[in-house]
C-alpha cells in the first residue's frame, strides 16, 4: 500500500527497540542446548528450476527424520524455510534467531535417473565444520540418502536413538518419484494453514494425484486428512460430505499404520475441527506425541483445545513451547499474540507482535492486530482511523481488506456515514463485528445503521428483510449457535421480545460454555444484547457477569464505544463492568 510502510514508520519508532529486544532475546528463553538443530532449506542445483520442489522435499525429509528423535531439538520448517538459498547466510546469526547450536546446509542435484546430494552440518557458534558428505546415486536412492543422513547427523550429535525411532527414520515414504513430487507441493501450499479454498483444493488435488499413483503413501494420506479437515474448520466447505473426505483419509491412513503418531495426529486433527471432540483429541494428541516431540502442531493444538476447555495457563505453556520449535512463523505468533490480547495481557501481546515485526516489518494483519488492541484494551482509536484515512487517500481498492474493522470503528464513532461506505467496501460478503466471528447478513447491519441513528421506520424495514434471510440461515443449519443468536438479535430489534428471548436462550444451549469455554461466551453475550434491546436489563446484566471475567470478544473498548451496548449506559452495574473488563483475566 502506498504510504503505508512510512506511516507504519511514524506509528511503530517507539517499538523499534523493543522488536531488537524482542529478537535478541528470543533464544535466551530457554538455553541452548548442545543437541539441537536447523535442517536450513537446502540448495536446488538442477538446470530445472522446477526441481527446486524436489530440493525441498529433500530436506524436508531430512528434517522431519530428525525432528523423530526425542533426544534432539529440532526447529520446524516453517522457521527455517525464511532462509532460502541464494542469499548470503550468517549461520551464526541464524542460529541465535532460531535458538539452536547447529545447522545442516545442503544441494541437490537431479538430472536424469541420477541425484547428488551434498549435506553439511556445522557448529553455528563456532563456525566448526563436524561434519560434510556427497552422495552421487540413482534417483530411486534418494530416500535411502536422506536417512542416512539424519542418522548419521544424530550420530555426530551423540543423540540418542531408539529402536522405534531408528525404525521409523528407515521407513521410506514411497518408492515412486512422482508421487512424492506431488505430495511436495501439496505440503507446502499447506504448511501455512492458508484460508483460501482455492488453494486448499489445490492441495487436496495434488495429494489425490499423489495416492492414487502410490495407495501406499501414508503420509500423503495424512497431511490429505487434514486439508479435508481444515476446509471444514473455518467453513470454507463446513459440509458432511467434506467431512466424510477427511474420515476416508484418515481410515486409509490408519489401515498402513494403524498405531503411527501421524495417524493419531490426523485423528487428533478431525475430531477436534470436525466434531469438537476435545477429550478425544486429546487422547489422540497424547499417543501423538509420543513419537513426535518435535512437532510444534502437537503442541499447539493442544494448547488451542485446552482453551476451549477453559484451562487458560495449560493453554499458555503448550502455545509458548511450540513457539519454541517453531520460531519465526508469523502463522504462530500472530494467533498466540491475539490469544494474549482476549487475555487483556497488553504487554504479552505486544511482546509477541515485536517479535512479528522483526521478522516481518510490513506484516498488515500483524498492524491490524496492534490497532486492534489498542482498541479492545484502551478504547483509542486515533491509530486506526489514522490508518482507515491513510488507506481511503492513498489505495482505496484496500479497503475491503479492512473492512470488518473499519465497520466497527465507524460504529464506535457513531458515524453512519462512515459505516455505509465500510458496509459497501465489504462487497458481497458477510461482515462479523459482533461477537467471535459471527457472520452478519447487509440487511442486518443496515438495520443496526439505521438504529444507531434512531430512524425507526428504515430499521424495521431492514430488520424485516434481515429476518427473512437469516430464517433461511437457521432452516439450513438448525444446530448452528451464531444463526440463531442473529435471529434472536434481530427479533429484539422488531420488538418480539418473547421470540428474541428464546431464540438467545436457545443459542445458548446449542453451545454452553462447558462446551467450549472460547466461544460459548458469544452466545450468553448475544443473550445479554438481546435482553438489553427488549428492555430486560436483570437478564442483560446476569448475561454479562458471567463471562465478563472470562477470554471473550466483549472487550472493554466494545463495551465502552459500541452503540449495541447504549441501552444499558448510565446504569451504574455497567459502569463497573465497564471497569472489570480492563483487567487481564486470571490465569487458571
Not at 541437490?108 to 556445522?122: C, D, F, S, T, Y
Not at 503418531?261 to 478431525?270: G, I, P
Not at 506484516?363 to 479492545?376: G, H, S, T, W, Y
Amino acid at each position: 500500500m502506498i504510504g503505508l510502510a512510512t506511516w507504519y514508520f511514524e506509528k511503530s519508532r517507539a517499538h523499534t527497540k523493543a522488536a531488537e529486544v524482542a529478537t535478541n532475546t528470543l533464544t535466551q528463553a530457554a538455553a541452548i542446548t548442545e543437541k539441537s538443530i536447523a535442517v536450513l532449506p537446502f540448495e536446488n542445483l538442477s538446470e530445472e528450476k522446477a526441481n527446486a520442489f524436489f530440493a525441498d522435499g529433500v530436506q524436508d525429509e531430512i528434517l522431519t527424520d530428525l525432528a523423530k528423535i526425542a533426544d534432539l531439538k529440532v526447529i520446524s520448517r516453517t522457521s527455517v524455510m525464511q532462509y532460502k538459498t541464494g542469499i548470503t547466510r550468517n549461520l551464526r546469526e541464524i542460529a541465535r534467531q532460531l535458538g539452536v547450536a547447529n545447522v545442516v546446509e545442503g544441494s541437490v542435484q537431479r538430472a536424469g535417473n541420477r541425484v547428488r546430494v551434498n549435506a553439511q552440518l556445522i557448529d553455528a557458534r563456532t563456525d566448526r565444520h563436524l561434519w560434510g558428505e556427497t552422495y552421487d546415486r540413482d534417483l530411486a536412492d534418494v530416500f535411502a540418502i536422506q536417512s542416512e543422513i539424519a542418522k548419521t547427523i544424530a550420530d555426530q550429535l551423540q543423540a540418542k536413538l531408539s529402536p522405534g525411532e531408528e525404525k521409523a527414520i528407515e521407513r521410506l515414504p514411497t518408492t515412486d518419484i512422482a508421487a512424492f513430487d506431488l505430495y511436495t507441493r501439496a505440503k507446502n501450499i499447506l504448511v501455512g494453514e492458508p484460508d483460501t479454498k482455492p488453494m486448499l483444493l489445490e492441495a487436496v488435488d495434488l495429494l489425490n494425484q499423489a495416492v492414487a499413483r502410490d495407495p501406499s503413501f501414508f503420509d500423503a494420506w495424512c497431511q490429505l486428512a487434514r486439508a479435508h479437515s481444515w476446509l471444514y474448520f473455518i467453513n470454507r466447505d463446513h459440509t458432511p460430505a467434506r467431512l466424510a473426505l477427511a474420515e476416508a483419509a484418515i481410515q486409509s491412513a490408519a489401515r498402513l499404520r494403524p498405531d503411527a503418531s501421524e495417524t493419531h495426529l490426523a485423528r487428533a486433527l478431525n475430531l477436534y475441527w470436525g466434531y469438537r471432540d476435545y477429550d478425544g483429541a486429546l487422547a489422540e494428541l497424547a499417543a501423538a506425541s509420543q513419537t513426535l516431540p518435535n512437532d510444534p502442531n502437537v503442541f499447539q493444538i493442544k494448547g488451542w483445545i485446552v482453551r476451549r476447555q477453559g484451562h487458560w495457563k495449560e493453554a499458555t505453556k503448550y502455545l509458548e513451547h511450540a513457539i519454541e520449535l517453531d520460531p519465526r512463523n508469523v502463522g504462530r505468533l500472530l494467533p498466540t499474540a491475539k490469544y494474549y490480547g482476549s487475555l487483556r495481557r497488553n504487554a504479552e501481546g505486544e511482546a509477541l507482535l515485536d517479535r512479528v515485526f522483526a521478522i516481518a516489518p510490513d506484516n498488515f494483519d500483524a498492524k491490524l492486530v496492534r490497532l486492534e488492541m489498542e482498541a479492545d484494551l484502551k478504547a483509542d482509536l486515533r491509530p486506526a482511523l489514522e490508518l482507515i484515512d491513510l488507506i481511503r487517500s492513498t489505495n482505496s481498492a484496500d479497503l475491503s481488506s479492512i473492512a470488518d474493522w473499519w465497520l466497527w470503528v465507524a460504529f464506535a464513532q457513531r458515524d453512519a456515514v462512515a459505516a455505509e461506505n465500510a458496509l459497501t467496501a465489504s462487497g458481497n460478503n458477510p461482515t462479523a463485528i459482533i461477537g467471535d466471528a459471527v457472520p452478519l447478513t447487509h440487511s442486518f447491519v443496515e438495520g443496526l445503521i439505521a438504529r444507531m441513528t434512531n430512524d425507526d421506520a428504515k430499521a424495521r424495514s431492514a430488520f424485516t428483510a434481515a429476518r427473512a434471510e437469516q430464517e433461511k440461515i437457521v432452516h439450513a443449519q438448525p444446530n448452528y449457535a451464531p444463526a440463531m443468536c442473529v435471529l434472536g438479535l434481530i427479533d429484539a430489534g422488531l420488538g418480539r421480545k418473547e421470540d428474541a428471548l428464546r431464540e438467545g436462550r436457545r443459542a445458548v444451549e446449542l453451545l454452553p460454555l462447558e462446551k467450549d469455554a472460547v466461544t460459548g461466551t458469544t452466545p450468553i453475550q448475544y443473550l445479554a444484547l438481546i435482553a438489553a434491546w427488549v428492555g430486560d436489563k436483570d437478564l442483560a446484566f446476569e448475561q454479562l457477569d458471567s463471562i465478563i471475567r472470562l477470554p471473550a470478544s466483549l472487550s472493554y473498548g466494545d463495551l465502552k464505544l459500541s452503540p449495541w451496548w447504549d441501552p444499558l449506559r448510565g446504569d451504574p452495574r455497567f459502569e463497573k463492568l465497564v471497569e472489570e473488563a480492563k483487567k487481564p483475566v486470571a490465569l487458571k
